[in-house]
């Protein structure tokens, strides 16, 4: 009974280390965030990474990004639309999940500043700008900070 027990539990912790492990960090996920425009692999790798994390709003709203940029790196203008507004619509089911978030605000003026005037996607710049600069300080990470700052 006791090797039971003893098994029982090695499995739970190995099941919690093994969960934590396959979970991205939050800071490559940004550092990589700029470079997906130029880096399709990156980009597709990402994407397909962060499909699986959408319980978190953050990498919610890092996929919706990644998808966007995504548009850049195919041709099919159908598929362009078609992933822009994937992306477009996991972006702001993560805002209304946490419309506090800087971070989340952050992902959406950086989409909406970059993409298109056609796709109609403009509509929160000033709000978004507005919010972060109000709330820069709340920000912990040194990355997300300057990336802010170059937005702003």
């Given at each position: ?6 098994l ?94 800087v ?10 500043v ?39």
């Amino acid at each position: 009974m006791k090797k039971i027990a003893a098994l029982i539990i090695a499995t739970i912790l190995l099941s919690a280390v093994t969960s934590r492990v396959l979970a991205l960090d939050l800071e490559y996920v940004r550092k990589s965030y700029e470079q997906a425009v130029k880096n399709e692999k990156l980009c597709s790798s990402l994407i397909e990474q962060l499909s699986g994390q959408t319980n978190n709003v953050v990498y919610l709203g890092y996929l919706g990004a990644f998808q966007t940029i995504w548009a850049n790196h195919t041709s099919n203008p159908l598929a362009k639309l078609n992933t822009f507004n994937k992306g477009k619509k996991h972006i702001e089911q993560a805002i209304k999940a946490a419309p506090d978030n800087v971070e989340l605000r952050f992902i959406r003026l950086s989409i909406q500043v970059n993409c298109p005037d056609f796709l109609n996607y403009s509509s929160n710049i000033k709000e978004d700008k507005k919010f972060i600069k109000t709330n820069l300080h709340k920000i912990e990470s040194k990355s997300l900070t300057a990336m802010c700052n170059k937005l702003i």
